[in-house]
């Protein structure tokens, strides 16, 4: 029976599979708290808002893993080929869509006021950075739109963070393209959703310096040659 957690030269060791479930419940949480909050949605979470505004019809939760979708797709394409894991991640992405739809069901019952809506902003913001940090690390499949930065990282060899930042502002530049097309105003963003755009890239990067530091991630999906390396920092 594997042991959750471990001692391995002088870190944590963790059981990547303990932080999936909590991590896609967390941050489908955060993605809609930070909406609630009335500071914007985030921005890798913008277009699946902005087409839910469009076409009403369909939900936020199924248009945000349609969108996740797409994004797993268009790594194929930049990979050259179908990659296993990147299927599993469209399944993980499937169950926070669900959870996204699952969150938004209860999410009005919070007290609001501006104090709250700060506390809220301040909180989501910082559970999708854990999140995402956390994701990269633990070794197992990832929501799309956390897969999509570092599995561009990879292929390109561009650093993490640099990429997030770019990818936060082209879905920001999709949902302002969309809701003043078709709206005719702009919707669901605001001051939070740029300050996040433009600052999550390295925050997301400090946090993920530290959990090196302090914990290191094993799994079942995890190839025997690679848990011997030191895991690698997308954040940089």
């Known amino acids: 029976m594997a042991?959750?957690?471990?001692?391995?030269?002088?870190?944590?060791?963790?059981?990547?599979?303990?932080?999936?479930?909590?991590?896609?419940?967390?941050?489908?949480?955060?993605?809609?708290?930070?909406l609630y909050s009335g500071s914007g949605i985030s921005a890798i979470s913008s277009v699946p808002y902005a087409f839910n505004q469009v076409l009403p019809g369909i939900s936020l939760g199924t248009w945000t893993y349609i969108f996740q979708g797409l994004l797993v797709a268009a790594l194929f394409v930049m990979k050259g080929r179908i990659h296993i894991p990147y299927l599993?991640?469209?399944?993980?992405?499937?169950?926070?869509?669900?959870?996204?739809?699952?969150?938004?069901?209860?999410?009005?019952?919070?007290?609001?006021?501006?104090?709250?809506?700060?506390?809220?902003?301040?909180?989501?913001?910082?559970?999708?950075c854990f999140g995402i940090a956390l994701a990269n690390r633990c070794k197992m499949p990832i929501v799309p739109t956390d897969l999509f930065p570092r599995g561009f990282s990879q292929i390109t060899g561009i650093v993490y963070s640099k990429v997030k930042i770019c990818f936060d502002v082209s879905c920001l530049a999709v949902t302002v393209f969309m809701t003043w097309?078709?709206?005719?105003?702009?919707?669901?963003l605001g001051v939070g959703t740029v300050l996040a755009a433009f600052t999550m890239g390295k925050v997301i990067?400090?946090?993920?310096?530290?959990?090196?530091?302090?914990?290191?991630?094993?799994?079942c999906m995890e190839k025997e040659e690679i848990k011997r390396k030191r895991p690698q920092n997308y954040a940089v």
């Open 181 to 188: 097309t078709f709206l005719g105003h702009l919707k669901g």
């Open 3 to 34: 042991v959750p957690f471990l001692m391995k030269e002088n870190k944590i060791c963790v059981r990547g599979e303990l932080a999936l479930i909590p991590m896609i419940f967390v941050n489908s949480f955060a993605v809609v708290l930070m």
């Open 205 to 219: 990067g400090w946090i993920g310096g530290w959990m090196d530091s302090h914990v290191e991630f094993v799994s």
């Open 88 to 128: 599993f991640s469209f399944v993980v992405g499937f169950f926070f869509g669900l959870a996204v739809d699952l969150h938004e069901a209860w999410i009005g019952f919070l007290p609001k006021g501006i104090g709250f809506q700060v506390l809220y902003f301040c909180l989501s913001y910082l559970l999708i």
